[in-house]
């Protein structure tokens, strides 16, 4: 079965600092990468999502993530955080198992971005 | 754009007691799921339903869960005989079909507090 990891629990910033979550996932096979973001009191929105290709993918809002396979890690990346990226930010993983194309979720990293 | 919806926002229920979380999923998607995140747990796939069948279940689904869609509208999830454990918060998705691009889109949740 697949799994997910993500190491920092709680993240703190100033503005303008550089973001980086870790991410990695446990699976023989192919995935699909995604990281979602949880905005206080609102719905999981997708950020950005991996399925091929360049393995440097962008994402809404200047978010980017780029997909290691060999390290089995997709972190994401910021160069300049906002206030307005304080959030919960969960890595999931789509693994082609048949069934339903379930996500799997990490634990989330809970990023607060100070003035 | 279009959203997936939840309702209620918050239910309160006693142990024992038969709750129904409901969902409206987007209008033209054929994939739907059920996630459940106990409060600083990771959020964990419940079911996933196709063609008016479960094509996918976790563990924790069991006997005491149910899922339906009564209509072309909702799609619901209920819950037989509350438990203290079943408190959490209940995310549902959608997407628009099988593709291993498609994106699940979540719905803001429905937290459930069992007493």
């Known amino acids: 079965a697949q799994s997910v990891s993500q190491h920092n629990h709680h993240v703190i910033l100033s503005e303008a600092a550089s973001l980086e979550l870790g991410c990695n996932y446990s699976?023989?096979?192919?995935?699909?990468l995604f990281w979602y973001v949880q905005y206080p009191g609102q719905h999981l929105q997708l950020l950005l999502k991996?399925?091929?290709?360049?393995?440097l993918v962008k994402g809404i809002k200047g978010f980017e993530a780029e997909f290691i396979k060999s390290k089995f890690s997709f972190n994401l990346r910021k160069p300049s955080v906002q206030w307005s990226d304080t959030a919960e930010y969960f890595c999931?993983?789509?693994?082609?198992?048949?069934?339903?194309?379930?996500?799997?979720f990490g634990t989330g990293t809970q990023l607060k971005v100070e003035l | 754009e279009p959203e997936v919806t939840q309702t209620p926002s918050h239910q309160v229920t006693q142990m024992g007691q038969e709750v129904i979380l409901r969902c409206v999923p987007i209008?033209?998607?054929?994939?739907f799921y059920w996630y459940r995140q106990i409060l600083g747990q990771k959020v964990e796939f419940l079911v996933s339903?196709?063609?008016?069948?479960?094509?996918?279940k976790s563990e924790i689904f069991d006997d005491q869960f149910s899922v339906e869609r009564p209509d072309g509208s909702n799609f619901t999830l209920k819950i037989r005989s509350t438990k203290l454990e079943d408190s959490a918060m209940y995310f549902c998705?959608?997407?628009?079909?099988?593709?291993?691009?498609?994106?699940?889109?979540f719905g803001p949740g429905t937290r459930l507090t069992v007493l």
């Open positions: 339903f196709y063609n008016n069948e479960i094509s996918e």
């Open positions: 991996y399925f091929s290709g360049d393995p």
């Open positions: 699976y023989g096979g192919t995935v699909n």
């Open positions: 209008s033209n998607h054929l994939y």
């Open positions: 999931a993983v789509n693994a082609f198992t048949g069934g339903g194309n379930k996500l799997t």
């Open positions: 998705a959608s997407r628009i079909s099988g593709g291993v691009t498609d994106t699940q889109y």
